[in-house]
């Protein structure tokens, strides 16, 4: 039974998934500070939250049974994603689920900003009539200044045209084709800073971003300019846009979003007249909500399952495309890294993937957290390594990784071949894997064999001279072990040798003791594969 948590309020629509899966426990308890949160979380797999929760180191390493954090909206500023990376606990958000509602909540802010709606509706409701204190400004004909042209900036921007907006943005990922499209004139940063009279921020809060407007910036811009924060507290410095506002610079300004939510009672933005705020409720909305939990609860069920999974925020993107192509190779290689594991003497020093045929023009790199999963497993335990957390693992042992392509097919049309350095030597294995078959093993260094990577295999280095292969069967024979298939290779006759052997039961220490006693046998190595 997989046990999940929830500790920010989620849909309960949303959460109807998880709710009714037979093979999961929910509990959702809500308000919990690091402390409690750490105290009951070592019994759970699965973490689910909002904003509210922060997900520190401390609470993974509390976490030992966690397997995944799902953020039921975009924004994962509240999680650790390094160390969720270097534990491999997967996180998963729900990106597309609240892009409309938050985009319409900043532009509601930006409409209550120019028109002073909520300055109005108090002082109305307070017994005061007065029509003089509120006189706004048009959006028509004004310029929209927009960081961040991802989901949420787009959409804004579209609105935006609609109202008659000039619209210039700044977005790294952003193509100028795509802007022409869209309608918007891609500027520098501080292009945009120095013309905008509206400007709002829709990036992530990074290191990057992270007061990204601030005192500088401020001191460039349009005088009576507004700007608006929807996206994340810290990416507007808050100290500089008090003293721009008090210097006349910015005209008002709307938040969504605080550097410390909640903010103290003290905020001045709380008592600012020229400061509209609301309480984070960008994705509050019904049709949102339910979104963004139905699409978490969804990638948790599939990843406690093992299943395939989207969304994963501390793994990479891979196109479908990609992926269906690479999707059987990746036990392949997993296998393969497990067996060179077993095989190799020494500290690991250098992975490299090398592909052949039709892989060679596909980004393979992709491939070896799947190859170092498997390596890495061997000598750290399977519950410390997944391919999540395996090549930083591999890094932060400085391991140096390659990825090496060739047109050329040796023995089939798709072949990896993972070679493994170590301190004291170097081996290479093959193989290859077609869609909807499992893969083979096709090459074990310079010998060319056809195994399927299951149950236990014996490789064999001997001196090529007659009646070894006897010797080798009697001796298995006579402790019970059954060979399977047989494979020989050697170099030249009366040169070095090899023997691999698919035995159906495992040899023991003492049955590998006694194939050394045999004076040719120069090394013997048993690869289990589970
Ligand atoms: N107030 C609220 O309740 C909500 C806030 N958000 C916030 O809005 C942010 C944006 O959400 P989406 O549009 O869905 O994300 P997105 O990932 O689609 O867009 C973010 C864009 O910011 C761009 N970017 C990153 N660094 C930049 C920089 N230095 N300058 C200019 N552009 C930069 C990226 O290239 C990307 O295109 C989220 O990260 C989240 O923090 C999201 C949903 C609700
Ligand atoms: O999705 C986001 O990034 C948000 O900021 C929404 O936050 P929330 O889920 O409302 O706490």
Same mark, same amino acid.
């Given at each position: 039974?997989?046990?999940?948590?929830?500790?920010?309020?989620?849909?309960?629509?949303?959460?109807?998934?998880?709710?009714?899966?037979?093979?999961?426990?929910?509990?959702?308890? =809500?308000?919990?500070?690091?402390?409690?949160?750490?105290?009951?979380?070592?019994?759970?797999?699965?973490?689910? #939250?909002?904003?509210?929760?922060?997900?520190?180191?401390?609470?993974?390493?509390?976490?030992?049974?966690?397997?995944?954090?799902?953020?039921?909206? #975009?924004?994962?500023?509240?999680?650790?994603?390094?160390?969720?990376?270097?534990?491999?606990?997967? $996180?998963?958000?729900?990106?597309?689920?609240?892009?409309?509602? =938050?985009?319409?909540? =900043?532009?509601?802010?930006?409409?209550?900003?120019?028109?002073?709606?909520?300055?109005?509706?108090?002082?109305?409701?307070?017994?005061?009539?007065?029509?003089?204190?509120?006189?706004?400004?048009?959006?028509?004909?004004?310029?929209?200044?927009?960081?961040?042209?991802?989901?949420?900036?787009?959409?804004?921007?579209?609105?935006?045209?609609?109202?008659?907006?000039?619209?210039?943005?700044?977005?790294?990922?952003?193509?100028?084709?795509?802007?022409?499209?869209?309608?918007?004139?891609?500027?520098?940063?501080?292009?945009?800073?120095?013309?905008?009279?509206?400007?709002?921020?829709?990036?992530?809060?990074?290191?990057?971003?992270?007061?990204?407007?601030?005192?500088?910036?401020?001191?460039?811009?349009?005088?009576?300019?507004?700007?608006?924060?929807?996206?994340?507290?810290?990416?507007?410095?808050?100290?500089?846009?008090?003293?721009?506002?008090?210097?006349?610079?910015?005209?008002?300004?709307?938040?969504?979003?605080?550097?410390?939510?909640?903010?103290?009672?003290?905020?001045?933005?709380?008592?600012?007249?020229?400061?509209? #705020?609301?309480?984070?409720?960008?994705?509050?909305?019904?049709?949102?909500?339910?979104?963004?939990?139905?699409?978490?609860?969804?990638?948790?069920?599939?990843?406690?399952?093992?299943?395939?999974?989207?969304?994963?925020?501390?793994?990479? $993107?891979?196109?479908?495309?990609?992926?269906?192509?690479?999707?059987?190779?990746?036990?392949?290689?997993?296998?393969?890294?497990?067996?060179?594991?077993?095989?190799?003497?020494?500290?690991?020093?250098?992975?490299?993937?090398?592909?052949?045929?039709?892989?060679?023009?596909?980004?393979?790199?992709?491939?070896?957290?799947?190859?170092?999963?498997?390596?890495?497993?061997?000598?750290?335990?399977?519950?410390?390594?997944? $391919?999540?957390?395996?090549?930083?693992?591999?890094?932060?042992?400085?391991?140096?990784?390659?990825?090496?392509?060739?047109?050329?097919?040796?023995?089939?049309?798709?072949?990896?071949?993972?070679?493994?350095? =170590?301190?004291?030597?170097?081996?290479?294995?093959?193989?290859?894997?077609?869609?909807?078959?499992?893969?083979?093993?096709?090459?074990?260094?310079?010998?060319?064999?056809?195994?399927?990577?299951?149950?236990?295999?014996?490789?064999?280095?001997?001196?090529?001279?007659?009646?070894?292969?006897?010797?080798?069967?009697?001796?298995?024979?006579?402790?019970?072990?059954?060979?399977?298939?047989?494979?020989?290779?050697?170099?030249?006759?009366?040169?070095?040798?090899?023997?691999?052997?698919?035995?159906?039961?495992?040899?023991?220490?003492?049955?590998?003791?006694?194939?050394?006693?045999?004076?040719?046998?120069?090394?013997?190595?048993?690869?289990?594969?589970?």
């Amino acid at each position: 039974m997989f046990k999940v948590l929830v500790t920010d309020p989620i849909s309960d629509f949303g959460l109807q998934q998880l709710i009714g899966a037979e093979d999961v426990a929910l509990s959702q308890i =809500t308000g919990l500070c690091e402390e409690e949160l750490i105290s009951i979380i070592s019994s759970y797999d699965a973490l689910l #939250v909002r904003s509210q929760t922060k997900v520190t180191r401390r609470v993974m390493e509390a976490g030992s049974r966690l397997k995944v954090i799902a953020r039921a909206g #975009v924004g994962v500023d509240n999680i650790d994603l390094e160390a969720a990376t270097s534990r491999g606990i997967i $996180v998963v958000n729900a990106p597309d689920g609240n892009t409309v509602t =938050t985009c319409e909540h =900043t532009f509601a802010m930006m409409m209550a900003l120019a028109r002073h709606i909520p300055q109005a509706y108090a002082k109305t409701i307070a017994g005061h009539w007065d029509r003089k204190s509120f006189l706004g400004v048009e959006l028509r004909n004004k310029v929209l200044g927009v960081l961040g042209l991802g989901r949420i900036g787009i959409e804004l921007s579209k609105r935006a045209a609609a109202f008659g907006m000039d619209i210039v943005g700044y977005d790294p990922y952003l193509s100028k084709e795509r802007a022409d499209k869209l309608g918007i004139k891609l500027l520098t940063m501080d292009e945009i800073i120095r013309t905008a009279d509206f400007l709002s921020v829709h990036t992530p809060l990074t290191k990057e971003t992270h007061h990204l407007i601030a005192r500088p910036q401020f001191n460039v811009m349009k005088r009576g300019m507004r700007i608006v924060n929807c996206a994340r507290g810290g990416i507007i410095d808050e100290v500089s846009l008090m003293e721009a506002l008090d210097k006349g610079i910015v005209a008002g300004a709307a938040f969504d979003v605080f550097e410390n939510e909640p903010p103290v009672a003290e905020h001045p933005f709380l008592k600012h007249p020229k400061i509209i #705020v609301t309480p984070h409720l960008g994705a509050s909305t019904l049709e949102a909500q339910e979104n963004v939990a139905l699409d978490v609860s969804e990638q948790v069920i599939h990843i406690l399952r093992n299943e395939p999974f989207k969304n994963a925020v501390n793994m990479p $993107v891979v196109p479908k495309e990609l992926l269906n192509k690479l999707q059987p190779c990746f036990a392949l290689c997993e296998q393969l890294g497990k067996s060179l594991a077993q095989m190799t003497d020494g500290a690991v020093r250098e992975v490299a993937v090398e592909c052949e045929g039709n892989l060679a023009d596909l980004d393979t790199s992709l491939l070896i957290p799947y190859v170092l999963k498997g390596l890495l497993s061997h000598h750290l335990g399977s519950e410390r390594v997944n $391919v999540v957390n395996a090549v930083h693992l591999a890094k932060s042992r400085d391991i140096h990784l390659l990825v090496r392509k060739s047109v050329l097919a040796q023995s089939s049309t798709s072949e990896i071949t993972i070679r493994l350095k =170590t301190t004291i030597e170097e081996r290479w294995v093959s193989g290859s894997a077609l869609p909807g078959a499992q893969g083979r093993i096709t090459r074990i260094g310079p010998y060319p064999v056809d195994i399927t990577p299951e149950g236990y295999v014996l490789l064999i280095s001997q001196n090529d001279k007659p009646g070894i292969i006897g010797r080798v069967g009697n001796l298995l024979g006579n402790n019970g072990i059954n060979i399977a298939t047989m494979q020989v290779g050697r170099n030249e006759i009366g040169g070095s040798a090899v023997m691999i052997l698919k035995i159906d039961n495992k040899a023991s220490a003492n049955v590998i003791e006694a194939l050394l006693e045999i004076p040719e046998i120069k090394r013997v190595r048993e690869i289990i594969f589970d």
